[in-house]
């Protein structure tokens, strides 16, 4: 796999030895830093779409929640939009200002008014959100360690998880279902059509639309690539060893076996990681002001970590060849604000889908992945805003909640990760062969 890619002007080669040689050491060291190895999941929502008959019962489909005790203390007493001390400890005089205002308002209102009050003000805040969030509130909700539950290949397969992957493809990518789109070659063949229809057809829609499909087929193949790194390879006296499975690997991304489509997967791989990372250039000057802490209770395991992330940040900075994200919805007003909000939904609705997942650990880390990306999308989409922050308090324009932040940062880690591991499959298949 070489050249440069469509839609920009980026070559392979140069994101490979950026990844290799800059962001991959440092943000897997981030990953593994307390206040981001702890994501607040619910992976009890039900499936909104399907009765979700297609439940794991493979013990590694299992996901082991965080004891209350292993949780630090700033996170655990955190409110989901503070990440500094100061906001932590003003938390409690916020509420009760809050309760004293609505009061002042409640003494007139009937308890149906008050409630939609309420979901007004919950409509406002997900405006700009590109992702269904999960209520960390609700009892359901539950700390996760992502180093003690890794993505890896499970045994999860068959008609439920095709039914995840083909209703995000047929039903959210802005598609008439009489283009068949190539999905995987794992999948029942139609006939002698290899997809090319579909490909002539994309590159007549507009870039946003195009987009649209490359970040999910992008996201399709680095998922796919996790699992062919991390299969189980044998079983031995009860103990599994995980490991790259060159086969797997072979039949989903193998131009041969899979009719031309696996370069194309992984073309559309490298198109997330530029999108994911030019996000990340965008979003500096958030984290960069005093004001946000990246706060666990630990004074200077935060203080690391802020200048870690920092450090990241300065390097995808450095990246001289990031995608161009003015040239979307450039169109008249009018049309790209509808264009925006269509492509907004869209994705929400993939987020959505991702409760439809019957493993849990493929759920986790789908869930994680997805509000990743919605929330570089929110980046990119907020550029006025986060040029307009204030120095030193909480912005109301623009806002990541310690979720989203998690979220953002893991998701590129996998993406990352899914970079290098295709090196390494390279030099694998050479030995092979």
Not at 44 to 51: E, Q, V
Request: glycine share 6%; hydrophobic share 35%.
């Amino acid at each position: 796999l070489t050249g440069v890619l469509d839609d920009c002007l980026c070559d392979i080669e140069s994101i490979d030895d950026f990844n290799t040689f800059k962001i991959f050491p440092k943000i897997q060291k981030l990953q593994e830093r307390d206040y981001f190895r702890y994501y607040k999941v619910n992976l009890k929502r039900p499936c909104p779409f399907w009765a979700d008959d297609g439940h794991c019962s493979i013990k590694d489909c299992h996901v082991e929640p965080c004891p209350e005790s292993k949780i630090p203390v700033g996170i655990k007493a955190g409110s989901s939009n503070k990440y500094s001390k100061a906001a932590n400890h003003s938390k409690e005089l916020e509420d009760c200002e809050q309760a004293n205002k609505l009061g002042a308002v409640n003494s007139t209102l009937s308890n149906q008014s008050k409630e939609a009050f309420i979901d007004w003000a919950r409509y406002d805040d997900s405006q700009d959100h590109f992702c269904e969030l999960d209520d960390e509130r609700s009892p359901d909700a539950q700390y996760v360690d992502l180093l003690l539950n890794p993505e890896r290949y499970t045994g999860y397969k068959g008609p439920s998880a095709w039914r995840v992957w083909n209703s995000i493809y047929e039903e959210n990518c802005f598609k008439p279902r009489s283009v068949y789109r190539p999905l995987n070659p794992l999948a029942p063949s139609r006939g002698g059509d290899d997809g090319e229809s579909f490909y002539t057809w994309l590159e007549g829609l507009c870039l946003e639309k195009r987009v649209f499909y490359k970040l999910i087929s992008g996201l399709h193949a680095s998922i796919n690539l996790h699992l062919c790194a991390n299969y189980l390879l044998e079983e031995t006296w009860g103990k599994p060893s995980w490991g790259p499975n060159v086969k797997e690997f072979t039949r989903r991304f193998d131009p041969i076996e899979t009719k031309g489509e696996g370069p194309r997967r992984l073309k559309n791989l490298y198109f997330l990681y530029l999108i994911e990372l030019r996000a990340l250039s965008k979003v500096a000057p958030y984290f960069e002001r005093s004001v946000v802490d990246l706060y666990t209770g630990n004074g200077h395991e935060d203080a690391e970590s802020k200048a870690l992330l920092l450090e990241i940040f300065r390097d995808t900075k450095s990246f001289h060849m990031h995608f161009d994200e003015k040239s979307m919805f450039a169109g008249d007003k009018k049309g790209a604000k509808s264009l925006k909000e269509e492509f907004r939904l869209h994705f929400k609705n993939i987020s959505r889908i991702m409760d439809c997942v019957g493993c849990d650990k493929c759920r986790l880390w789908g869930k994680l992945q997805t509000q990743g990306l919605g929330t570089a999308l929110k980046i990119l989409f907020s550029e006025k805003e986060i040029q307009n922050l204030p120095e030193n308090s909480p912005s109301k324009g623009f806002q990541l909640t310690r979720q989203e932040i998690v979220a953002l940062v893991n998701a590129f880690g996998r993406l990352s990760t899914s970079i290098k591991e295709l090196q390494n499959f390279k030099v694998l298949l050479q030995r092979t062969r």
